[in-house]
């Protein structure tokens, strides 16, 4: 019954009016465990990703102090696996299961109380990385440039993360978490990454 809820869920995208389900996705619109290595040969600290992220993490969510965090990378790879890459009217979104019980109350999974666990967890930093492994993947495999707002936003339609235990079809939106990460954000974030 929790998948047949996820699958049905209906979801919205920004900057459309249009409502779509999952189970209306066909297998040639979709990727399942994209995995993704970034290569870090220009050397960087955390506390850069930090100072980029500072006032998104703010506005979006809050957070006003984060732990202590000053690590330099110098070198190495991150590895990672998208749970689900997927194609609705030519863009490009992802989407995330999270398991969590959030306190095992329905109602901890209305909006306020996903946009606290997605911040507890630090769940954003994980999308903003998978935003730009997406990113990656569409240039080097399918020629999308992505040097521009309007393509960015032509092409990027943004990021789900499904909390499975809160999603039913009678109570709309509950569970499920919505991003469209603002392409500057992903712009800065990309010139540390390279």
Wanted: charged share 25%; hydrophobic share 40%.
């Amino acid at each position: 019954s929790m998948v047949r809820s996820v699958l049905s869920a209906r979801l919205t995208m920004r900057g459309t009016d249009d409502v779509f389900r999952l189970d209306m996705i066909g297998r040639g619109d979709r990727l399942s465990e994209l995995g993704f290595n970034f290569a870090f040969t220009n050397p960087f600290s955390t506390e850069q990703i930090e100072d980029v992220l500072g006032n998104y993490a703010l506005e979006r969510f809050g957070l006003n102090s984060w732990p202590e965090w000053d690590r330099y990378i110098s070198g190495g790879f991150m590895t990672g696996f998208i749970d689900l890459i997927f194609r609705h009217n030519g863009r490009y979104c992802i989407a995330d299961w999270k398991s969590n019980l959030i306190g095992a109350k329905f109602r901890n999974f209305e909006q306020k109380g996903l946009c606290a666990e997605m911040c507890r967890h630090f769940y954003f930093l994980q999308y903003l990385f998978y935003t730009a492994a997406l990113m990656k993947f569409l240039r080097q495999r399918l020629g999308i440039r992505l040097e521009s707002e309007a393509e960015y936003n032509k092409y990027i339609g943004g990021v789900y993360y499904i909390f499975l235990r809160g999603v039913a079809p009678d109570a709309p939106g509950r569970g499920i978490f919505y991003e469209h990460v603002p392409f500057g954000l992903m712009r800065r974030l990309e010139e540390i990454l390279r």
